[in-house]
């Protein structure tokens, strides 16, 4: 069974600050990885993927690196801002035929927050 | 184009009714997977759906079922809601590509929140 965890669950940083985010998983046989952001009380937006046969994904400030021997990703978010402040998480899709289909599993998020 | 859009957005039941949400998927994606949100649980897979065919179920009680359109667009219904239904449910959308290797990235509605009191 696939789990997913995110440290750390919550962080408080001033702002202009590089910040790396950490996500783990027991099963390292994943399709792919996704990266989330979600707003108080909305839905989620997709930052970033990572295929299973690649290293890393950069979007903007946003850098996400994965290390699927050791069951790790990281998201790195340069320069950081309070319109950052928001839930990140981290899911990964399982390489498992059919029992996979459409199934993204899920960390329990990093609450951050960046403060002028 | 136009995002995962989900309806109604709010919704308050009371225990023992049933409840219907729906979701469009973004145009041209046919794979509709929901989730549900709760503060204990987090994120839970609860159903797939590709080309009108449930693919792939989560562990959740046969109350919650669904159903996709031949148009994409899906409903999922919850029957004899219970207080621990309350929850913020989430519909995604992708442009499946098969499991060899295709991006197969889901984006999410805007989510539609249940309370049951």
């Known amino acids: 069974k696939q789990e997913v965890t995110q440290i750390p669950a919550a962080l408080s940083v001033p702002e202009g600050e590089n910040l790396v985010l950490n996500c783990s998983f027991t099963d390292s046989a994943i399709y792919n990885l996704q990266w989330f952001r979600q707003d108080p009380g909305k839905g989620l937006t997709s930052l970033l993927l990572i295929q299973s046969s690649q290293r890393e994904q950069t979007s903007g400030r946003l850098n996400a690196s994965l290390d699927k021997s050791s069951g790790r990703s990281t998201l790195y978010i340069a320069a950081s801002q309070p319109g950052d402040s928001a839930t990140y998480l981290c899911a990964v899709w399982r390489n498992a035929g059919g029992t996979s289909y459409g199934k993204l599993t899920f960390g329990q998020g990093t609450i951050l927050t960046v403060h002028p | 184009k136009a995002g995962v859009t989900q309806t109604p957005r709010y919704l308050i039941k009371t225990r023992g009714q049933q409840v219907t949400l729906s979701c469009s998927p973004i145009?041209?994606?046919?794979?509709v997977s929901w989730y549900q949100q709760t503060p204990g649980q987090g994120l839970q897979f609860l159903f797939e759906y590709f080309s009108e065919t449930q693919r792939n179920k989560g562990n959740f009680p046969g109350r919650f079922s669904g159903r996709q359109f031949s148009n994409s667009r899906s409903e999922m219904n919850v029957s004899t809601l219970e207080l621990g239904d309350s929850a913020l449910y989430l519909c995604a959308s992708s442009l499946f590509q098969g499991l060899a290797g295709g991006r197969n990235e889901q984006y999410f509605g805007p989510g539609t929140r249940l309370t049951v009191t």
């Open positions: 145009s041209g994606h046919r794979s």
